[in-house]
Structures are given as C-alpha cells and as structure tokens.
C-alpha cells in the first residue's frame, strides 16, 4: 500500500532554514508528481509547488519562489521542501501530497501525515 | 491564478439530511482536450491529512461512502452528502488542479445542527 512519511516536527528561528522529508513506499516513487502543500495554524490549505521525482523538475507557487527548493533522492524514494528565511508566518504543518494518475495534471491521492514546523524567536 | 470561493463558510445539518457544499472557479477548470474538469474535493478533519473524496468532479475515490457525490462543470461545482452522518463532521475544501498554482477554498465547516 501507498504509504508518505514525514519527518518529525521542528522549532526553527526566526531567518533560519527547515528541511522536510517525505519517505514514499508501496509504489515506483519516479512515477507519480509530489506535491507539498501547508496549513497555517486555524487556516486553509496553501500549494507551495511540486516535484517531478523522474526528472527533479520543480514549479512553485509565486509566493514562495527565492524561499523554496523541492528536491529528491531517488535511491531512497524521498522527497525533500526546504525553506528559508523562516518567519513566523511560515509556522504551519507542511504535507507532502503524491498525485493519484501519472502526470502533472492530477488530484492529489495519497498524503503525509504532516509535518509541524514552529518558528520562534 | 484560478480563485476558488466556496460557499458557505459553515453549514449545519441534522443528521440524516441532505448536506450540500457549493464552490466556484475564477476560470473555467474544463480542459477541452480530455473533456475532464481538473476539480476534486477533500474531507479533512482534526489533527488529520486531508482526504480525497470527489476527483475529476464526479468520481468518487475509492472506499468513499456513496452518500457522498459529486457534481458541475466550468466553474461550478456542488459536493452533496445525501444523509449526514456523525462521521461527516469535518472541514471540507475543493481544488483545482488545472493550472498551478493548484489553489483550493477557504473551505467549508460542517457540523450536526
């Protein structure tokens, strides 16, 4: 079965950098787009990019380009979010999201079970 | 960017009635070529990912309880849970995923009236 693991959660300073990991299994990890998306504490859910696993190609949302690099280790079906000059608005649980046909135009089936970054001074 | 305005904000029902979840698109999600409108709707309850529960507007994901459906095309699109259950309690938010950024509503709080 299609399983995402994410890394645990992070309490970051204000300017630092935080480093999400997704761990995919039960399916060929370079077949299917991943997505990351956030949600602010109380609030809705916001698209910050996604990936191409086959070939690290990568889109992203405008908000968030400068600040934002999705990257992955194919050997180990993983992807990766980094973001930096963290504020406090960027305190938010971080989902990675892998999309449910191949192809980057696609709903998103399968999602982690977040990731909770803090940031504070 | 494709705006995504769900209506309403919150919505109580009583147990057994209809529970309807109204969203709009800034711009037509009908992708002439496939005839498929790139649309989906998620459940996501507390402390919880969300859930996939409609995709290509009217397909129902796999293991969802047929109660709930899915309908429209263009730019608007209705989720119906035809006889709320307890276990329906949750926020529910639709998406498109026709161009990026693949935005979603403000979402929708449903609740037992």
């Known amino acids: 079965q299609v399983q995402l693991v994410q890394s645990g959660a992070e309490v970051k300073k204000p300017g630092a950098s935080v480093k999400v990991s997704c761990k995919a299994s039960?399916?060929?990890?370079?077949?299917?787009?991943m997505h990351w998306v956030r949600q602010a504490p109380g609030q809705g859910l916001e698209w910050m990019g996604r990936?191409?696993?086959?070939?690290?190609?990568?889109?992203?949302a405008q908000n968030f380009q400068g600040r934002v690099t999705m990257t992955r280790d194919t050997s180990i079906s993983t992807a990766y979010m980094e973001l930096s000059r963290l504020t406090s608005d960027d305190t938010a649980v971080y989902y990675c999201?892998?999309?449910?046909?191949f192809g980057s135009g696609s709903y998103y089936s399968y999602w982690g079970q977040g990731t909770l970054v803090t940031v504070s001074s | 960017d494709i705006v995504m305005t769900q209506s309403p904000d919150s919505l109580a029902v009583s147990l057994g009635e209809r529970a309807t979840i109204n969203c709009k698109s800034s711009?037509?999600?009908?992708?002439?070529?496939?005839?498929?409108?790139?649309f989906a709707w998620y459940q996501q309850k507390p402390g919880q990912p969300p859930k996939l529960l409609i995709y290509?507007?009217?397909t129902r994901e796999s293991g969802v309880p047929d109660r709930f459906s899915g309908s429209g095309s263009g730019t608007d699109f209705t989720l119906t849970i035809s006889s709320l259950q307890a276990e329906d309690v949750a926020v529910y938010y639709c998406?498109?995923?026709?161009?990026?950024?693949?935005?979603f509503g403000q979402g929708t709080k449903l609740e037992i009236k």
């Open positions: 999201a892998r999309v449910g046909e």
């Open positions: 039960g399916y060929t990890f370079t077949d299917y787009y």
């Open positions: 990936i191409n696993p086959n070939s690290g190609g990568t889109n992203y």
């Open positions: 711009q037509s999600v009908l992708y002439s070529s496939t005839n498929k409108n790139y």
């Open positions: 290509w507007a009217s």
């Open positions: 998406q498109q995923y026709y161009s990026s950024p693949h935005t």
